[in-house]
């Protein structure tokens, strides 16, 4: 690809991103805030699992080598 063609291309992804909607950053934390919060019951690494069996991560059983 030829230097021109790519300086192109970026400019056009450059014209793309310029045109992205942005917010503030304290409007951002308070929406992930809010979602974390929201979910936070549903969250298994701070609840815990309702059953071991219900554990994906669990030993299934030991390793014995004879």
Do not use: W
Not at 4 to 33: C, P
Not at 60 to 66: A, D, N
């Amino acid at each position: 690809m030829s230097s021109l063609a790519q300086q192109r291309r970026i400019v056009e992804q450059l014209r793309r991103e310029s045109e992205i909607k942005r917010i503030g950053v304290s409007t951002a934390v308070e929406d992930l805030k809010k979602y974390v919060l929201e979910r936070e019951s549903d969250d298994f690494l701070l609840v815990g699992f309702h059953s071991q069996k219900a554990n994906p991560f669990r030993e299934k059983s030991p390793c014995v080598l004879i």
